[in-house]
């Protein structure tokens, strides 16, 4: 039998390149764009067996691409992966109304759920991010995807932007609630070396939220989010209930995943691997039909069972410990007995005869959890 999970598939040119990113990506040439679409076929067809269960594009902008391609390569990615009608099919958005005309088209291929990456709904901090569009942009788009039937929109935001206030982090969280999404996500920035934003860090690291400030502006979306009816289910994440990300979901089951593209993950029978970054590498390795260069680890004993506990952590239900007992062949208790003792003393876990979670100030500090499982000395 083939394995299921969540099929990831990136499309990685952007009409313009934001300064905090690091995402693999490149600025949009329709010729490069046409030739990479031809690599991703040619990768479909040479796929191992396998059986979506989500589909997710993501980027990049995949709505660089016209709304016809993006459609043709859902149906073939269901034609290739038997993906159940109905399931869910992601697509990440730029707000950008240039790029927002394919909603009708989107739906009637199958996608169900969209994301937009909104950043912030103040102008000045848009201009920091090195965004273009404008909040009445977002609210056009929202308006152009529920028009075309979405029912199931998510809208990312960052907080810790340089000049970001309380307030103005409030008022972008109250803009999107006016818009009354299904999900939230909500990102701390992260300083990526290599990155125009690194270089600003190195020359003004004052002009960076400190972690108290960080922390500050997290328990405000916390609260806001939680008092709007809004579920917060992992780390960076608030959902109306039943609209929980079912593909990012299986992320954090360590369940299986295909990743199709240039920089792409994939978690297949224990091993992780990831393609390479490099943008012609990935094109020419895809058209002639060869293995893709990348890098491959397989995960056993300590490094699995740690990254399996590492992602449960990140979830409001945290480690469930009968199942993780079964599925892993250890007594999760005992077999993390120092870990789970300090981080206790430290009031960052709550244990149960079922579970062990994430207090709320430790989800404040959820790096620092985390890491200390996937460190465990075993």
């Given amino acids: 039998?083939?394995?299921?999970?969540?099929?990831?598939?990136?499309?990685?040119?952007?009409?313009?390149?934001?300064?905090?990113?690091?995402?693999?990506?490149?600025?949009?040439?329709?010729?490069?764009?046409?030739?990479?679409?031809?690599a991703l076929?040619?990768?479909?067809?040479?796929?191992?067996?396998?059986?979506?269960?989500?589909?997710?594009?993501?980027?990049?902008?995949?709505?660089?691409?016209?709304?016809?391609?993006?459609?043709?390569?859902?149906?073939?990615?269901?034609?290739?992966?038997?993906?159940?009608?109905?399931?869910?099919?992601?697509i990440e958005l730029n707000p950008d109304l240039a790029l927002c005309e394919g909603f009708d088209l989107y739906r009637a291929a199958g996608i169900t759920r969209a994301s937009l990456g909104v950043q912030s709904f103040v102008p000045s901090?848009?201009?920091?991010?090195?965004?273009?569009?404008?909040?009445?942009?977002?609210?056009?788009?929202?308006?152009?995807?529920?028009?075309?039937?979405?029912?199931?929109?998510?809208?990312d935001l960052i907080f810790a932007v340089p000049g970001q206030t309380?307030?103005?982090?409030?008022?972008?969280?109250?803009?999107?609630?006016?818009?009354?999404?299904?999900?939230?996500s909500t990102y701390g920035l992260t300083i990526e070396a290599g990155t125009p934003y690194a270089a600003w860090s190195e020359r003004e690291p004052h002009a960076f939220a400190d972690e108290d400030a960080e922390a500050e502006l997290y328990g405000?979306?916390?609260?806001?989010?939680?008092?709007?009816?809004?579920?917060?289910?992992?780390?960076?994440?608030?959902?109306?209930?039943?609209?929980?990300?079912?593909?990012?979901?299986?992320?954090?089951?360590?369940?299986?995943?295909?990743?199709?593209?240039?920089?792409?993950?994939?978690?297949?029978?224990?091993?992780?691997?990831?393609?390479?970054?490099?943008?012609?590498?990935?094109?020419?390795?895809?058209?002639?039909g060869g293995p893709i260069p990348g890098e491959a680890e397989r995960l056993e004993g300590p490094a699995r069972v740690g990254e399996a506990a590492m992602l449960a952590l990140r979830t409001v239900e945290g480690v469930e410990l009968t199942s993780f007992g079964e599925r892993y062949g250890i007594d999760f208790?005992?077999?993390?007995?120092?870990?789970?003792?300090?981080?206790?003393?430290l009031e960052l876990l709550e244990v149960t005869l079922q579970r062990v979670r994430l207090t709320r100030r430790g989800r404040f500090l959820a790096n620092t959890v985390c890491g200390a499982f996937l460190s465990s000395d075993r």
């Fill in 1 to 38: 039998m083939p394995e299921a999970g969540g099929l990831y598939v990136h499309l990685p040119f952007c009409p313009y390149i934001c300064p905090y990113c690091d995402f693999a990506k490149w600025p949009h040439r329709r010729s490069l764009a046409e030739r990479y679409l031809a």
């Fill in 41 to 90: 076929e040619a990768e479909i067809a040479a796929a191992p067996p396998f059986t979506a269960q989500t589909i997710f594009l993501g980027g990049g902008t995949p709505n660089t691409y016209a709304p016809e391609q993006i459609a043709a390569l859902v149906a073939r990615l269901r034609e290739r992966f038997g993906l159940a009608d109905g399931a869910e099919i992601t």
């Fill in 125 to 155: 901090e848009l201009e920091t991010l090195g965004r273009r569009h404008s909040p009445s942009d977002v609210a056009e788009a929202m308006r152009r995807a529920r028009s075309a039937g979405f029912d199931n929109v998510s809208l």
């Fill in 166 to 184: 309380a307030e103005s982090w409030s008022a972008s969280l109250e803009a999107a609630l006016a818009l009354e999404p299904e999900h939230i």
């Fill in 220 to 288: 405000i979306a916390i609260d806001r989010l939680n008092a709007a009816g809004f579920e917060h289910y992992e780390i960076s994440n608030f959902a109306r209930p039943g609209f929980r990300s079912i593909h990012n979901a299986l992320y954090w089951a360590n369940a299986a995943y295909l990743g199709l593209g240039v920089g792409a993950a994939s978690y297949l029978g224990g091993v992780r691997s990831m393609h390479a970054r490099e943008l012609n590498v990935y094109v020419t390795a895809a058209l002639a």
């Fill in 333 to 345: 208790l005992s077999y993390y007995e120092p870990v789970l003792r300090e981080m206790l003393g």
